[in-house]
């Protein structure tokens, strides 16, 4: 059986430990049009999905149900690191990351 988007929204609000009109409200999304997404009496649109999968750190193909790798840009690395990137404590860091090698590229752009 093929999996649905409301399946998948429902399964990632619960995961978030939130109510569904809890996170229509958060993503500025009318309860009635979210609650039907849930329950597969809308569909969401492709800029709708995107928003969706941004919200709860997963692939559009995963919330759609083609493939069941939530986030298919991090399954080549360790679990190790997986879990680092996914732990919300650890957000600092990467940001930090982020911005010396933005930083370094900039100055190497510069020396070229």
Do not use: C, W
């Amino acid at each position: 059986m093929e999996i649905t988007v409301g399946e998948r929204l429902k399964q990632l609000v619960r995961e978030k430990g939130l109510e569904q009109q809890e996170v229509a409200a958060q993503l500025n999304i009318k309860s009635p049009t979210f609650n039907g997404y849930v329950g597969n009496k809308r569909e969401p649109s492709i800029s709708r999905l995107k928003q969706l999968a941004s919200y709860f750190d997963v692939s559009v193909d995963y919330l759609i149900g083609l493939n069941d790798i939530r986030n298919p840009y991090l399954s080549h690395l360790s679990e190790e690191i997986n879990s680092f990137i996914q732990n919300p404590d650890n957000q600092t860091y990467i940001e930090l990351a982020k911005d010396i090698k933005e930083r370094t590229l900039g100055k190497n752009r510069k020396a070229l």
